[in-house]
């Protein structure tokens, strides 16, 4: 089992760049697929990025391609999600998940772990 936390939101302008950092507890971290969700006010829990036990795969939404980068670190147990070029539509809570099995990067279900989630706020 494993407990994530996220942290780095905040609030940022059009434009600007956010890192939000993902830290796992367990040592069995590298074990876990890793992927970031984000729900804004009012819409559905929505599919960010996701990445592989070792970090050779990586998966993103439209949305965000080009402009976000997932990535992990397995000897600090930590995932992160650079966030970069954002756009007020870019604005929500954004959750880390975690699981160890093979899945659906892009489907919430597929995931058993979550944290609490961290607000990202873009001001126009």
């Known amino acids: 089992q494993v407990q994530v936390v996220e942290s780095g939101g905040g609030l940022v302008q059009v434009g600007g760049s956010l890192r939000l950092s993902c830290a796992a507890s367990g040592r069995t971290f590298r074990r876990y697929r890793m992927g970031w969700f984000r729900q804004a006010p009012g819409k559905e829990r929505e599919f960010v990025a996701g990445?592989?036990?070792?970090?050779?795969?990586?998966f993103y939404a439209d949305s965000v391609k080009g402009r976000f980068t997932i990535s992990r670190d397995n000897a600090k147990n930590t995932a992160y999600l650079q966030m970069n070029s954002l756009k007020p539509e870019d604005t929500a809570v954004y959750y880390c998940?975690?699981?160890?099995?093979?899945?659906?990067?892009?489907?919430?279900?597929?995931?058993?772990?979550w944290g609490q989630g961290t607000q990202v706020t873009v001001s126009s």
């Open positions: 998940a975690a699981d160890p099995r093979v899945g659906d990067f892009m489907t919430g279900r597929s995931f058993d772990y």
């Open positions: 990445i592989s036990w070792t970090g050779s795969s990586t």
